[in-house]
Nanobody
Framework: QVQLVESGGGSVQPGGSLRLSCTAS????????MGWYRQAPGKQRELVAD???????NYADSVKGRFTISRDGGKNTVYMQMNNLKPEDTAVYYC???????????WGPGTQVTVSS
């Protein structure tokens, strides 16, 4: 099993920045992909960004150029720097870790990000 602990959420004004962190523990050796999903009230959970162990990164179109995901393999931690935040970025952000088949995806408890003036 993999346990995930998130930090870094909060409230900011439009145009502000936040940095989310997520640290994995437990059976971490086989983690292939770590990343972030988000879920806004009344909406489905959506992929924000992810990072593979091979260095590939992937972003939702809505955050390209504003968010940057990075991964510190030595610390089993994934970061997401979020710049130029917009009110539509308001959501609960969930970290996840994917070890591939046959393991199920592990999720963090979520951290709230609120962008409001």
């Amino acid at each position: 099993q993999v346990q995930l602990v998130e930090s870094g959420g909060g409230s900011v004004q439009p145009g502000g920045s936040l940095r989310l962190s997520c640290t994995a523990s437990g059976s971490i050796a086989s983690i292939h992909v770590m990343g972030w999903y988000r879920q806004a009230p009344g909406k489905q959970r959506e992929l924000v960004a992810d990072s593979s162990s091979g260095g590939r990164t992937n972003y939702a179109d809505s955050v390209k150029g504003r968010f940057t995901i990075s991964r510190d393999g030595g610390k089993n931690t994934v970061y997401m720097q979020m710049n130029n935040l917009k009110p539509e970025d308001t959501a609960v952000y969930y970290c996840y870790a994917d070890r591939g088949w046959p393991y199920i995806v592990s999720w963090g408890p979520g951290t709230q990000v609120t962008v409001s003036s």
